[in-house]
């Protein structure tokens, strides 16, 4: 007989049931909010909330005396980030169209497909931004390869933009997802040209950090230094980037910041340069076409001026420069971007002062030598500069010799002190090495001997007629107008030579100086001496050669004599070598100099392509520099440094045969050098350094304000199947709204 549940027991059981699942509810309940509580909210914070990074800003450049040269300025700029695009593009039109393209995985050619990137941007943002009036011309290329390879960093749609275009964007909400108005700090060089070819460029890094940009929602990177100052200093100039983070409403759209964290700036790099004496120099040098002018404080190697010519106003590498404006820098002949401070020429006689020396190491000091108007080595006769006029130099010692710059001597003197000797004086005074500036593209020049010989030309035997070419600068010497004036800063205070300084300090934006990786001061004000010539030689032996440079100007006959000043005495060298400079055969015209003779302040050193003396040319170019400087340092001159546009000739190969500042200085004595016709010399220019952030022309995919483009229509939501009450009842759903047409822009 079956025995029934009664009601009761029945109700127990299923309040039995009823409790037990409550429980498990609550345990349920305990372990998520609770035992997980933590992980949970972390999951809900992470996807309620994007983050966007902030670009550090990069440090200040300033000269010696703290005059800013570099500094940050806000540039807008319209980011497309192509992710979020695609995403948008899905939401309102359906599927995004797709593009299949060849790439190579795991080694192998494969066919992929992705989301057509152009086209997307084309039917579903350019139409918007076109009803605005603010659709630009694009390189559409440059976009696909952007989606392919940098998807994490957004891609910059329009850079720089006006004031009347970013009141456009504030003004009208665009409503597209992906487009973003970004603020970034760029590089303003406050001065223009001033000192370009010092301070140099900064640009896009050539590689993206993915797995950093991987840490943010929106990645907006830093710019990097390409050349010079900006790249040897970059680690020390960039700062720490900062973090925004934006607050996600329940769609998934950003309604709102939550908290910032700001970038933190750079150091402040500070320069030996003096504005005040660069522009003194690049005032100077102005009046030549292709030249450069170092000027060096000789009590301690502090580079005070650097200056090439043609140059360029780096301003136009911000944010980036376009590709005909690149182009047009890259085919100028003249090579403005080329530092020619810091490239390699033949240099002539004033090469003489390092020969008169290496002579000296070998007690040379009161050797004499006859010229007869040439020497013979070999089957070849080696002319003197006199002998062009018909005349000859006699009997000479080293200051005479020095003075009149006796080729005749100096080929006697310079095979008697033996090319051994004239190289490793050389290598003393910095010939043939670097200076250590870290300036791009450096040069080291040559310094030839029998060694160099055997690995540059191994079916040519080394003989007294290259010893006789080294002696005067000829031949395959090359120097740098930075080592000549390096060399010069030894005769000029007694015989010690530094390295080039050209930073002076990096001080944090507290004031601290910044320290390197080792907790030591990054950069030390120490002068670094690179060799002390009074241990090679006797104070008399240099003051030798430092009489022989004083007669050069301050007495009759010499070949500077027109250099001299009224208020101080000036010492220093002239000279004039050949060399050939892409195909194009150039005179090189130099002038070294230092003074006040007794307590020297300033060595100034100028060298110019195409000037037909080194007298004519180049001298008055460094008195103007040398009188200026010196009038400023006693209060008698005053320099202001204002923004310069680029130097540049109009017809920079023209041959200079002299220069006169308007009756200033004018022309140096008839007693002139000329070069020898029969020595050239392959000149060795200065790279330019890394590429700048090139913006390509707009392409024909790319070009959206010739026609206008069809635009993308948003799609219906599916038809839902109607329920079961709709179905009993008849009910039928209205049809969806047909959305109306965009406004165009000047319509109403």
């Known amino acids: 007989m079956n025995r029934r549940l009664s009601p009761r027991l029945r109700i127990q059981f299923l309040g039995l049931l009823m409790l037990l699942g409550m429980g498990a509810l609550a345990l349920r309940l305990w372990w998520i909010q609770v035992a997980h509580g933590a992980e949970w909210t972390a999951q809900v914070r992470g996807s309620s909330q994007a983050t966007v990074r902030i670009p550090s800003v990069r440090g200040e450049i300033k000269d010696r005396n703290g005059l800013t040269l570099v500094q940050n300025r806000a540039s807008y700029e319209v980011d497309f980030y192509l992710p979020e695009m695609v995403k948008g593009y899905r939401e309102r039109f359906g599927s995004p169209p797709l593009e299949e393209y060849r790439a190579i995985i795991s080694g192998m050619p494969k066919d992929v497909k992705e989301p057509d990137i152009i086209k997307i941007v084309n039917d579903g943002v350019v139409p918007r931004l076109d009803d605005l009036d ?26 720089d933009i006006d004031f009347p275009t970013m009141a456009k964007f504030s003004e009208h909400d665009v409503g597209l997802p992906g487009v973003d108005i970004a603020i970034k700090p760029v590089r303003s060089y406050v001065y223009g040209a001033l000192a370009a070819h010092i301070l140099g460029y900064v640009g896009a890094p050539d590689d993206v950090n993915k797995e950093e940009a991987r840490k943010y929602s929106f990645y907006q990177g830093d710019v990097e230094g390409k050349s010079n100052v900006e790249k040897s200093m970059d680690e020390y100039l960039r700062g720490k ?78 944010p980036s420069i376009k590709a005909k404006d690149w182009q047009t820098l890259r085919k100028d002949e003249a090579n403005p971007l080329v530092n020619r401070a810091i490239s390699a020429f033949p240099p002539g006689s004033t090469f003489k002062l390092i020969t008169s020396l290496a002579g000296l190491r070998k007690n040379l000091s009161k050797a004499r030598f006859t010229c007869y108007g040439g020497v013979s080595y070999g089957d070849h006769y080696f002319h003197c500069w006199i002998s062009e006029k018909g005349g000859q130099h006699g009997t000479l010692g080293l200051t005479d010799a020095i003075k009149v710059s006796c080729d005749s001597f100096f080929y006697q003197y310079g095979n008697a ?11 003393m005074l910095g010939l043939g090495e670097e200076s250590g500036t870290q300036l791009a593209g450096e040069q080291v020049g040559v310094l030839p001997g029998p060694e160099w010989m055997q690995v540059q030309h191994p079916q040519e035997r080394w003989s007294q007629a290259y010893t006789a070419n080294v002696s005067i600068g000829q031949g395959y010497d090359l120097v740098t107008p930075l080592q ?23 001080l944090n934006q507290d004031g601290s100086p910044v320290l390197d990786e080792n907790g030591k001061i990054a950069v030390p004000k120490t002068p670094r001496v690179r060799t002390d010539l009074r241990n090679e030689f006797t104070p008399d032996q ?7 440079l004083w007669k050069v100007v301050n007495e009759d006959g010499g070949t500077g004599s027109a250099a001299r000043l009224k208020a101080w005495q000036v010492a220093g060298k002239t000279g004039t070598a050949q060399a050939t400079d892409h195909g194009h055969k150039d005179t090189i015209a130099w002038f070294a100099c230092f003074a006040p ?16 003396h080194g007298g004519g040319v180049a001298g008055p170019v460094a008195t103007r520099i040398m009188e200026r400087t010196l009038a400023l340092d006693e209060g008698k001159f005053d320099m202001p440094v204002a923004w310069l546009a680029p130097a540049h000739k109009p017809n920079p190969f023209q041959i200079i045969k002299s220069v006169d500042y308007h009756g200033a200085g004018g022309n140096l004595g008839s007693d ?13 220019m200065a790279n330019a350094g890394a590429a700048p952030d090139v913006e390509p022309e707009a392409d024909a995919q790319g070009t959206v304000r010739r026609a206008r483009l069809p635009r993308a229509v948003p799609v219906a939501a599916p038809a839902r199947p109607r329920n079961f ?24």
């Open 134 to 159: 603010l659709a630009r011309d694009y390189n559409a290329g440059q976009l696909q390869r952007h989606y392919r390879n940098d998807t994490e960093v957004p891609f910059s749609y329009i850079k």
């Open 241 to 318: 980037p900062g973090v925004r983070y934006l607050r996600r409403n329940a769609k998934g759209v950003i309604d709102g910041v939550l908290r910032e964290e700001p970038p933190r700036q750079g150091g402040n790099v500070f320069l030996t340069i003096d504005a005040r004496i660069q522009a003194i120099t690049e005032e100077a040098l102005r009046a030549v076409g292709r030249a450069a002018a170092v000027v060096i404080d000789p009590n301690n190697g502090d580079i005070l001026a650097m200056v090439s010519v043609p140059s360029f106003d780096p301003n136009t590498f911000i």
């Open 417 to 427: 002190a033996g090319i051994d000797s004239i190289d490793a004086t050389g290598k």
């Open 484 to 506: 000549l004036a390096m060399a010069y800063t030894a005769a000029a205070n007694g015989g010690v030579c530094y390295y080039p300084r050209l930073v002076d300090k990096v």
């Open 542 to 548: 240099i003051e030798l050669v430092r009489k022989g």
């Open 597 to 612: 003779f007794d307590r020297p302040k300033y060595v100034v050193a100028v060298m110019v392509q195409g000037g037909e």
């Open 672 to 684: 002139e050098e000329n070069a020898d016709a029969s020595q050239n010399a392959d000149a060795q």
């Open 725 to 748: 009450f709709e179905r009993l009842f008849g009910v039928r759903r209205p049809p969806p709204p047909t959305p109306p047409p965009a406004r165009r822009s000047g319509t109403r």
